[in-house]
């Protein structure tokens, strides 16, 4: 099995570095920016979560998200 943990935390670098610029920023248009695929970039923002790194925000079915 492939080392996961390093895996999810190099996505979570892109993440960051896609967030850079202080706006929300929704996961459509963060996919984008990070060429993650979606298992990968929702394991990624929620390592931000978890470390209290971003806000992310649910208005219907958009979902945004913005460093802290």
């Known amino acids: 099995m492939a080392d996961i ?4 935390g ?4 892109k993440v960051w570095n896609g967030l850079a610029g202080g706006k929300p920023v ?4 963060l996919k984008k920016k ?5 298992s990968m970039l929702s394991m990624a923002v929620g ?3 978890r470390e209290d790194k971003v806000m992310i925000d649910r208005k219907g079915v958009a979902v945004t998200v913005k460093l802290k």
Request: charged share 20%; proline share 0%.
């Open 5 to 8: 943990w390093g895996d999810i």
């Open 10 to 13: 190099s996505a979570a670098g």
């Open 26 to 29: 929704s996961m459509v248009d």
């Open 34 to 38: 990070t060429a993650l695929d979606d």
């Open 47 to 49: 390592w931000l979560a």
